[in-house]
């Protein structure tokens, strides 16, 4: 089985669309381990596409370590590998001047619409069943060049504060403080992605480009989940950055990230980001 992390881009571009969206379901949660994936005729009609199409990209899929092929059981989502053992890290501070960057670059709005919350929203944002939530996509320029992709989810009650033209124009975090909410805490987990078809065009990358993914997860001061985030940046033009101390003595001497300081209003600087 070939490492996971490693993708086997199939040949054509159909088959390359099948498998990125594909992909994107399984690393993403939406489609869990031990799911059975329709077969190939039903997966051809979803896609519109041809049977010869869909194998090719279940073939990559397979090499990639992603599903189980069976003849006679069908074809299975695997568990990722090593199990739940993932590596996690704390980054007290995702990007030095997450203000500035929402000031200097432009945002423009791809859609808007409200809808059933889907179930890893769902799941993160604490909402129940049937859940409406607000999503919008939009797409972060610097001087003219595309490098972030942003797609936010908003729990319906919340969002109605706030109209498709206000989030053209003004950072999400602003109209949801405008509209009452205090925000709490939030949870960020940075990890590895390829560009779909659709973010690729958005993007302006080949189908398959690497991106970083990033995730976020917002609460309020009661820990009601109030923006689900997720953001694929272009690794040519975004890096993550952090200082760090050395501290402790002897055996114990380790690094440590230098918290950003506190304002006087009680909270890290900067507090918001572009998103």
């Known amino acids: 089985m070939r490492d996971a992390g490693k993708a086997t881009l199939p040949e054509g571009g159909k088959a390359r669309r099948?498998?990125?969206?594909?992909?994107?379901?399984?690393?993403?949660?939406?489609?869990?381990?031990?799911?059975?994936?329709?077969?190939?005729?039903?997966?051809?009609?979803?896609?519109?596409?041809?049977?010869?199409?869909?194998?090719?990209?279940?073939?990559?899929?397979?090499?990639?370590?992603?599903?189980?092929?069976?003849?006679?059981?069908?074809?299975?989502?695997?568990?990722?590998?090593?199990?739940?053992?993932?590596?996690?890290?704390?980054?007290?501070?995702?990007?030095?001047?997450?203000?500035?960057?929402?000031?200097?670059?432009?945002?423009?709005?791809?859609?808007?619409?409200?809808?059933?919350?889907?179930?890893?929203?769902?799941?993160?944002?604490?909402?129940?069943?049937?859940?409406?939530?607000?999503?919008?996509?939009?797409?972060?320029?610097?001087?003219?060049?595309?490098?972030?992709?942003?797609?936010?989810?908003?729990?319906?009650?919340?969002?109605?504060?706030?109209?498709?033209?206000?989030?053209?124009?003004?950072?999400l975090f602003r109209l949801l403080e405008r509209g009452g909410v205090q925000i709490g805490t939030g949870h960020q987990s940075v990890t590895a992605a390829l560009a779909a078809p659709d973010v690729a065009d958005a993007l302006g990358v080949s189908v398959g480009s690497a991106l970083l993914s990033v995730r976020r997860v917002v609460r309020d001061a009661d820990g009601r989940g109030v923006e689900y985030l997720s953001a694929l940046y272009r690794s040519d033009m975004f890096r993550l950055e952090m200082d760090l101390a050395r501290v402790g003595d002897g055996e114990a001497r380790h690094w440590e990230p230098v918290i950003a300081p506190v304002s006087e209003a009680g909270t890290q600087e900067p507090d918001e980001g572009p998103a």
């Open 18 to 171: 099948v498998y990125l969206l594909l992909r994107d379901d399984i690393t993403g949660g939406v489609l869990s381990p031990g799911t059975a994936l329709p077969g190939e005729q039903r997966l051809a009609a979803q896609f519109g596409v041809s049977r010869v199409t869909v194998r090719r990209a279940l073939e990559a899929l397979d090499s990639d370590g992603l599903i189980d092929r069976r003849v006679g059981s069908g074809t299975m989502v695997r568990p990722a590998a090593g199990g739940d053992g993932v590596i996690a890290a704390d980054m007290t501070t995702l990007i030095p001047q997450l203000v500035e960057m929402g000031q200097s670059t432009q945002a423009r709005l791809l859609s808007f619409s409200y809808g059933e919350a889907p179930g890893p929203v769902r799941a993160a944002l604490g909402l129940e069943v049937g859940a409406r939530v607000q999503t919008a996509i939009r797409v972060r320029s610097s001087e003219g060049q595309a490098f972030s992709h942003l797609t936010t989810h908003v729990p319906e009650e919340i969002a109605r504060h706030y109209s498709e033209n206000d989030l053209a124009t003004t950072p």
